[in-house]
């Protein structure tokens, strides 16, 4: 919980302060049938820009329904697939699973707000795919943008953070195991510790 906290302030930090390239949040967790599809918006700041290539990673997508990654309503100009590692690095503190999919978002499209910025703050939403798990964690995502505008127009730019994820939560009669087997070894613990202090 304290880190979910800490991840919160630090990406409104990110928000209000100095500019990120692209930020992405966790939308909604909405059931569908026996999976759970995960929605993402976020932000594309307004000294950045898309050149073919740009991109968007979210890091170890468990539970990812084969096919189900979809770029929305920006098909035509973002392919959208999955890969093991990425050539982006995680965020500090978060490693890229090669045993868990990635999702990534990659712009196809014509070059887009690359020169003559600062714009407008531009929000984007619709990002979506599906998995078998419904809990949300935390892990990392990479962006790779350009600047638009002063000394480094031009130039590529690099972000990363933290955003909500598939995880893995137990079930309710799970949850009723583990409880009852704790309990269960905690009472043959204290009874065998009064059986030892009445023979001493």
Known sequence: MKRLLLTTCAALGLATGAHASLI???DSVIPVGTEFEFSYSGTLAGDQGLIPGSEL????FLGYVAGSITPGAYGPDLSAFTELTSPLPPPP??????TILNLVFRWTGSPFQVAGGPYPDLDFSGLTARSTYGGVGVDGYAAKTVTNNGKAAGLLAFNSGEVGVPTTVPEPATWAMLILGFGGAGLTLRLRRRRLTTFV
């Not at 990673?57 to 170890?60: H, T």
């Open 93 to 98: 503190g978060e490693d890229d699973d090669p």
């Open 24 to 26: 992405p949040v966790l």
């Open 57 to 60: 990673i979210i890091f170890d």
